[in-house]
Every structure is written in structure tokens, then in C-alpha cells.
């Protein structure tokens, strides 16, 4: 039982990776428009989170929410077809990579604006709390989030409400270009503590760590609603943007990436409970193919219609 | 027959509209146990309980936020923001999260939420309890934005918001608040998007909405003395505008005055006077007027707020010099 959860969650982490590696090469290529924030590195937050919700549980996301997605439960070629601006994809082409959303599986959007997530969530909490099925609402944001005075009135509201958000801090440590010391005058263990709100840090690159963790939280919250705080340490390994040189960051910071890279830290642990090694060589060929004709699939799909352009803008009727 | 407030019709469409459906909440800063800064939501709370009427902290980015997030998982939340000038600490959540939401979703859900503010002056409330933005609002695509001259349109387009998928800022004009109208039988059904005429006549029209509606009937009757005919458009919703009852009126009348209290410049007025200077422009016999405020902030004191609101005066005189 836990050798096959762990198998699930790495392979889960392995399809966000391979998906996240072919999308950085389609835009080295030239074929994806606008911006990618890839979140190499930090596909354990996303997977152990992931690994404690069912479908009616709602989550949203920030600027990099590839991972958010398929965790999720996201299927492949809608999502790349929407990264790659197609009329099949996730959201018609209209969102692209920072707008991916799938409500079918809880998913109500990553997101432009640093910090929106937050309030979305919370009011997704309020809503899913009064429902009263023990479901919840997770919200993903970077530490570069926690100097938005947004993240202190959710917290402040959902600890009033007693609602059930988990809010899900991926501290890699920068913010966009600048790093969070430069940023953030306190801690966000000391803004749970200012709240009364219950917090846990984990090793986010550690992903049964991550599972556990939030596996606890979430029981508690089904329970009885109230917000919790899980703060995981990760590693940003791409830039703010693909395309970025990160000059800002020093060579012994970009050296010592790989040792904490989240699914060789969980086959390590893996192969010591005794998975064999083709066990991973057989699961990277799956998800290598599974990629590669989700890419393919996509790449075929047609733009948007020009004459839909419009359309979209209102559920109701038209307007000027 | 009774009578009814404004604000009383606002508070009978939110009772209404929460004994219709059990999705729509309410939220804001004081509605519950307070009943509103004006009153608006005055027993909202005993009726449905701390369930459907919450008091929010002040902190109105969230609670536009919560909205919308409560919205995309299946509730239809009312929101107050106190006075309209607060609405600048929710643009985020009304520009770039309720208004994007079902375009940038390739129409996956929409954001069914209804922001209530009042706007206007009079009361010497000063800068930052005064102001009229809602041309901000008309200006972002995905947003809907109605603002009723009178309780039965309150009451019918409140209902109409409540029921709308979309998102859509609803504007009470605090100068409004008292106003009282002989009711009907019952409350007629309004539809987003529709004007009324106000008033018929045959030598200008006026546009207008909201507070400017009653300046534009005070107008008509002075004229009306010098046998001037003023046809009064009242525009109920800004977005969409009614350009099509617009039209027809200026093709009865063919000079045009448009009248509101926000700032003149680049408001509601502006993008009417545009179009109808493009579609109408073979029907115009004289200048499109426009009448709106000064571009000032609205000022604290009284001998100054005066000189800065416009009303029934400045319609008149707009009314004459296009008929010149």
C-alpha cells in the first residue's frame, strides 16, 4: 500500500516533469506564445498535496501552475493545446499557460496577479463550507505572494470564518528576481502564530513528506473547517521565466539544485523500501510516450476562431 | 396605494431574490447585525440567518474575492462595498479575476456576483465618499454595470443582476436613497440592457442616468414652459447601453444632451456622444452636449461642492445651446 502510493506520486511527479520539459523545449523552439514559468523543482509540493484531495475538492493556483494542474488530475493534450494557444485546449486557447483552469476537476485557475489566488480560494472555502461535505479548498502561492496584504486579510478572514483553506506556501526562496529576504520583514510561521492559525513546515522537495503532512491537515479540516498554513521549502531550478538568465543567482545556489531534486530524493527513498530500478526506466517510457502524443495531438489542433472573439466575454447577452 | 424608498426596494429585491434562490448570500462591511451603512440590508440577517448575511472584516479586496470564489463554485454572492469610491481596493478582483473569468476560462464557468455601491455627493462628504467611477467599470469588458433613476427600476434591476450569470456593478445613487414612488400592483421584471423612456418629446433628447434623471425632468419642465419639448432617455444600464433606444429617440428629436454626475470627462457620456456622432450622425441637426462634473476632485466644502455638482440648471442651458 505504501509502495504503490509512492509509485502514484512518482509517477505523478515524473508526468509534471516530463510534461514541464517538453513545454520549455516547444518554447525554445519558438512555438509557444507569450510567457512559460516553468516549476521544475518543485513538483513534490504540488504531487503531496494533490495526493490528499478528491475531485470536489477545489484548488487554484499563480503564475507557475503547470504542476497545480495536473496534479489535479488534469488530462494532458487539453493542456498543452491551451499552452499552445489552441481551440482544443484546456480554455479554448484564451488563457494560456498563466490561465489554466479545469473545473471539471476543481481546478479554478492559475493565475497573472501575485497573491489573487488567495481570496478566490477563500471564498471557494466559504462555499464549499456551507455545502457542508467535509470538502476543501487549497491555494498555491510563492513566498513572493506573502508581501501582498491580501494574504494577510485571507488569513485573517478564514481564521475568523473557520474556513477550510489550506493555504500552500512554495518558499523557493525568490521572488520573482530578488530574494525574499530582501522582501519580507517577518515569517510566515509568525504570521500563522499572529493569527491562531495551525501551520506546518515540511521539506517541500520531499514528497511523502509533503503527502504526510498534508494528509493530517486535511483529515482535520474535513473534521471540523478551519484554514491551515503548510509551508514547503522547495527549489525553483528554471528562471522566473523561460528565457530568463538569472544572472542574480550565484553558481554555488545553481550547483547544489540537483542534490535536492524531488523525484531523485524519492526514488532514493523508494529504492531503498525496494523498488527495483526497471521499475523506473518502464514508468519514464509510459509517461515519455504519454507526453510525447499529448504534444503531437496538440500541435495538430487549429487556433481559436477569429469571429469567436467576442464571445466568450459574457455568459449572458452581448454587450458594447 | 403604498409607497416605497428606494432603499426599501433595494432591500425587498435582496430579500426577494435570497427567498428565490438559496445560492445568493450576502456580504459586506456592517450588513448583518448593523443592516448597512444605509440601511440597504436592514433584517436581512434575522430572516436568513449568519449563513446567507455575512459582516466582513474591512477588507474589501477579500471580500470582492470571496466572491468571486464563492461564485465559481456554485453560489451567487451580493457583495456592498460601503461607498463606491472603496471599489479602488477591489479592482483586482473585479477587472482581472470576475470580469476575465469566463472569457479566459474559454467560457468553462462564469462569475454570477452583483457588487452594490452608492455613489454620488450633496453631502459634503468630501473627496473620498463622493465620487461616480462607474465608467471604470463600463470600460472593462465582462462586466455588466446598471444604475437605476427610481425604486421600481432599483428593485427590477437588483432582481435582474442577482439573476444574471455575469458579473455586474450595480450603482445606488445616495441622493436616491429617500426617494419615494407610488408602487404597483407589483414589482415589474427589468431587463439588463433596456432604457426607458422617461419622457416623451419632440425637440431634444436627454440621456441620462441614476441622480441626473431627476435633473433632466426638473429641465423639462422649466423648458416645457418656452414650448421646448425634452425627450428623457433614462438609460438603466450603462453596460451595455441601449444605443438602439438612443437612436431612435434622436430620430425623433435630432439634437442630443447627455447628462450625468460623474466627471464629464471620459465618462458614460463621452463613449455615447462618440457613437452617436458615428451611427447618428445624419440625424444630428446641432451639437452633442454633454453635462457632467468639472474635472476636480469632489471638494469638502459646501459652497465648493455646489459649484462642483452639476443639475437641473446646467441641462437646460445645454439643452438651449444645441437647439441654438
Known sequence: MTAERAKSRYSAMLRIRASEEALQKLFADGRIPGFVHLSIGQEAVAVGVSSCLRDADTVSSNHRGHGHTLAKGVELEPFFAEILGRETGLCRGRGGSMHVADFSKGMLGANGIVGAGLPITTGSALALKLLGKGDIAVVYFGDGALAQGLVHECINLSALWSLPVMFVCENNGWSEFSPTSRQMATSLRKLADAFGVEYRAVDGNRVSEVAATAETLVAGMRKAPAPAILECATTRVRGHFEGDRQDYRTASEIQSLPARDPLSLARAEMQVEGVPPDWFDEVAKQIAVEVNNAVAKALTAPPPIDADLAAGVYAGMGSK | ?324
Open chain 2, 1 to 324: 396605494m403604498a409607497e416605497k424608498h428606494f432603499i426599501r426596494a433595494i432591500n425587498e429585491a435582496l430579500a426577494d431574490a435570497m427567498s428565490a434562490d438559496e445560492r445568493v448570500i450576502i456580504l459586506g462591511e456592517d450588513i448583518a447585525a448593523a443592516g448597512g451603512s444605509f440601511k440597504a440590508t436592514r433584517g436581512l440577517l434575522d430572516r436568513f440567518g449568519d449563513k446567507r448575511v455575512f459582516d466582513t472584516p474591512i477588507s474589501e479586496a477579500t471580500i470582492a474575492g470571496v466572491a468571486v470564489g464563492a461564485a465559481l463554485t456554485g453560489f451567487k454572492p451580493v457583495v456592498e462595498i460601503m461607498f463606491m469610491d472603496f471599489v479602488t481596493l477591489t479592482m483586482d478582483m473585479m477587472v482581472n479575476q470576475a470580469a476575465k473569468a469566463h472569457a479566459m476560462f474559454g467560457a468553462q464557468r462564469s462569475v454570477p456576483m452583483v457588487l452594490r455601491t452608492p455613489h454620488g455627493g450633496g453631502l459634503s462628504a468630501g473627496p473620498q465618499h463622493s465620487q461616480c467611477l462607474e465608467a471604470w467599470f463600463a470600460h472593462t469588458p465582462g462586466l455588466k454595470v446598471v444604475c437605476p433613476s427610481n425604486p421600481i427600476d432599483a428593485y427590477g434591476l437588483l432582481r435582474a443582476a442577482i439573476d444574471d450569470p455575469d458579473p455586474v456593478i450595480f450603482v445606488e445613487n445616495k441622493a436616491l436613497y429617500a426617494k419615494r414612488v407610488e408602487m404597483p400592483e407589483e414589482w415589474p421584471q427589468i431587463e439588463i440592457g433596456r432604457a426607458r423612456v422617461a419622457r416623451r418629446g419632440k425637440d431634444v433628447t436627454v440621456v441620462a442616468y441614476g441622480a441626473a434623471v431627476d435633473w433632466a425632468e426638473k429641465a423639462a419642465e422649466e423648458l416645457a414652459r418656452d414650448g421646448v419639448g425634452v425627450e428623457i432617455v433614462d438609460l438603466r444600464s450603462l453596460q451595455p447601453w441601449d444605443e438602439t433606444s438612443v437612436m431612435e429617440s434622436l430620430s425623433r428629436t435630432h439634437r442630443l444632451v447627455i447628462a450625468h454626475e460623474a466627471v464629464e470627462a471620459f465618462g458614460v457620456g463621452a463613449e455615447i456622444a462618440a457613437r452617436m456622432a458615428d451611427v447618428g450622425f445624419d440625424e444630428l441637426d446641432g451639437p452633442i452636449i454633454r453635462v457632467g462634473a468639472p474635472f476636480s476632485p469632489p471638494p469638502f466644502a459646501p459652497s465648493l461642492e455646489a459649484v462642483f455638482r452639476r443639475d437641473a440648471n446646467d441641462i437646460v442651458a445645454a439643452v438651449r445651446r444645441t437647439l441654438r
